[in-house]
């Protein structure tokens, strides 16, 4: 018999690396555009490539770390990409070679992605997790509302001063299942999004 889907450490870490998208994803997008527009803004003068070598190259660091990430807790082994060969000796050569390296351009691409791919694992794992692990625990400790808050209940909505309570025994029992339920599918749908990201990362960051 097959161990149960939230059980397993799998679940957890992929959990874990769906969270963490969104604070790196904010750091990542956050240098990545700030550096690219203000290279491209400045292109014509001798600081735009110095900006733009500086975003892919640390694009191109944040890579790496990326690589070791989805190794940890995602179970992708991403192979690194060759080291940037400068066409010629010399700072020119050095800064054509970096702003030529299609690994530098996809770490960026990645980069820049992972915010809005970080909004919507975190919103996803973060909503779906509390809500069906509340609901199916709800059993518990529904008598909290009575004892402490003065409620029959947790309070479904209030309509014109009149207010609906889970507090009979059926509305417990199906917050319960309907809670379960829930777990259960979100151990899916974290599954399906840690997919996504894997593909992104083999695709973008090797």
Do not use: K
Request: proline fraction near 6%; charge should be positive.
């Amino acid at each position: 018999m097959s161990t149960p889907a939230i059980l397993t450490g799998r679940t957890w870490r992929e959990t874990l690396h769906l969270i963490l998208d969104l604070p790196l994803g904010v750091l990542s997008f956050s240098y990545v555009i700030t550096l690219f527009c203000f290279g491209v803004g400045t292109v014509m003068t001798f600081l735009g490539l110095p900006v733009l070598v500086a975003c892919v190259g640390g694009a191109r660091g944040f890579a790496a770390m990326e690589r070791a990430r989805a190794r940890a807790l995602l179970g992708e082994d991403v192979p690194a990409p060759e080291r940037v060969a400068p066409p010629r000796p010399g700072f020119l050569g050095w800064t054509r070679g970096m702003l030529a390296n299609g690994a530098n351009w996809r770490a960026a691409l990645y980069a820049f992605l992972l915010l809005p791919m970080g909004v919507l694992g975190f919103t996803l794992a973060v909503t779906l997790w509390s809500v069906g692990i509340c609901a199916a625990l709800y059993p518990l400790y529904q008598w909290v509302f009575p004892t402490y808050v003065g409620w029959p209940g947790y309070r479904l909505w209030e309509n014109n001063g009149h207010s609906h309570y889970l507090s009979t025994v059926p509305e417990i029992a199906a917050t319960c299942v309907a809670g379960i339920l829930l777990v259960l599918l979100t151990t899916q749908v974290v599954r399906g999004l840690a997919a996504v990201r894997r593909g992104m990362a083999r695709t973008l960051l090797r």
